[in-house]
């Protein structure tokens, strides 16, 4: 707004961070069941709440139903390769990709597409196309380290992906991958992301040691290291009355939750998709859903100035 500098917001907790990713996966999900795609998500769409992770989107003007698109093609370094490259109209495919690019952002605040590869000392039209169309490199990209981040430039990327559990990383990995990024292989479903997402969201709780939040994601019978103060935490054994691949994990709000419920069937709300159905094992309908795992769905907003404006509050991002 004008010339005043608003001050950059951060996530009060990891579990806020996680909410907000839930939120974002599950209005895209929603709106891509009912047949319309968004195709310009870019990181001036959301409204985030950095204290609860509730999310208000906007600049929805572009919304199309499947087929359609009204001139929109996206915004660089967020739209998907076909699009840069001008072979597709953005569609509920592209949609995807740049899902992708917004979820990884938010957790490693660094672009996955940006490393030493894709940093020229003079950025083109021709680079760009390059860059981030034809031939695209995934920082972390385990078949080559030619775009891995910048050292003393990229500090957050290489500090948080030592953070997050593998799985989450797998599926970047995946998401980034060349085959799936030139639509060789399919891009990653809503319902994917929301399985990963409210996994790690499960998994957080505090440290016996430091107090500070951390991942219990267990290996077996190893004991994890805290995030924070790197201090072994002990395995956490099974309760009598519950499965042998269930443990009790401490919770942010003293609550304790199964892990039972980490195997891969997690709940999810609205209607499922034919997609979702072909592409996916996970058991359907599913479990009822634990009363503080509820989610509040992200809320969509026109795209009219007053709206937007109304929105914007200074703990707002």
Same mark, same amino acid.
């Given at each position: 707004?004008?010339?005043? $500098?608003?001050?950059?917001?951060?996530?009060?907790?990891?579990?806020?961070?996680?909410?907000?990713?839930?939120?974002?996966?599950?209005?895209? =999900?929603?709106?891509?069941?009912?047949?319309?795609?968004?195709?310009?998500?870019?990181?001036?769409?959301?409204?985030?709440?950095?204290?609860?992770?509730?999310?208000?989107?906007?600049?929805?003007?572009?919304?199309?139903?499947?087929?359609?698109?009204?001139?929109?093609?996206?915004?660089?370094?967020?739209?998907?390769?076909?699009?840069?490259?001008?072979?597709?109209?953005?569609?509920?495919?592209?949609?995807?990709?740049?899902?992708?690019?917004?979820?990884?952002?938010?957790?490693?605040?660094?672009?996955?597409?940006?490393?030493?590869?894709?940093?020229?000392?003079?950025?083109t039209k021709e680079l760009e196309q390059k860059y981030y169309g034809s031939a695209p490199i995934f920082v972390y990209d385990p078949t080559?380290?030619?775009?891995?981040?910048?050292?003393?430039?990229?500090?957050?990327?290489?500090?948080?992906?030592?953070?997050?559990?593998?799985?989450? $990383?797998?599926?970047?990995?995946?998401?980034?991958?060349?085959?799936?990024?030139?639509?060789q292989k399919p891009r990653i479903l809503e319902k994917e992301w929301m399985d990963i997402f409210i996994r790690l969201r499960t998994e957080?709780? =505090?440290?016996?040691?430091c107090g500070q939040e951390t991942f219990y994601t267990f290996k077996g019978s190893h004991d994890i290291p805290c995030m924070e103060c790197?201090?072994?935490?002990?395995?956490? $054994?099974?309760?009598?009355?519950?499965?042998?691949?269930?443990?009790?994990?401490?919770?942010?709000?003293? #609550?304790?939750?199964?892990?039972? #419920?980490?195997?891969?069937?997690?709940?999810?709300?609205?209607? =499922?998709?034919?997609?979702?159905?072909?592409?996916?094992?996970?058991?359907?309908?599913?479990?009822? #859903?634990?009363?503080?795992?509820?989610? $509040?769905?992200?809320?969509?907003?026109?795209?009219?100035?007053?709206?937007?404006?109304?929105?914007?509050?200074?703990?707002?991002?």
């Open positions: 707004m004008g010339g005043r $500098k608003q001050k950059q917001a951060r996530f009060k907790s990891f579990y806020a961070l996680c909410t907000a990713a839930i939120n974002i996966i599950e209005a895209f =999900r929603a709106l891509h069941n009912n047949g319309y795609s968004y195709q310009d998500i870019n990181n001036g769409n959301f409204f985030i709440n950095p204290e609860n992770g509730d999310v208000l989107i906007c600049d929805n003007d572009n919304v199309s139903p499947f087929g359609t698109n009204l001139g929109i093609m996206g915004k660089q370094r967020w739209m998907a390769p076909e699009i840069v490259m001008g072979k597709n109209d953005p569609d509920k495919n592209s949609d995807r990709f740049s899902l992708a690019v917004v979820l990884f952002r938010l957790l490693f605040i660094n672009h996955p597409l940006e490393g030493r590869y894709s940093t020229p000392p003079c950025m080559t380290s030619e775009n891995r981040p910048i050292p003393g430039t990229d500090h957050n990327l290489k500090l948080f992906w030592n953070v997050y559990p593998d799985y989450v $990383k797998d599926a970047f990995i995946r998401a980034f991958s060349h085959d799936v990024m030139m639509k957080i709780g =505090r440290c016996p040691y790197g201090k072994k935490i002990p395995h956490y $054994k099974c309760s009598a009355n519950q499965k042998s691949d269930s443990a009790y994990l401490p919770r942010l709000e003293n #609550q304790f939750v199964d892990s039972g #419920q980490l195997s891969g069937r997690y709940p999810h709300t609205g209607s =499922r998709s034919s997609e979702e159905s072909e592409r996916s094992e996970t058991t359907w309908p599913p479990k009822p #859903q634990p009363a503080h795992l509820e989610r $509040k769905s992200a809320r969509w907003f026109s795209a009219s100035p007053a709206t937007t404006a109304s929105c914007t509050r200074s703990r707002w991002i």
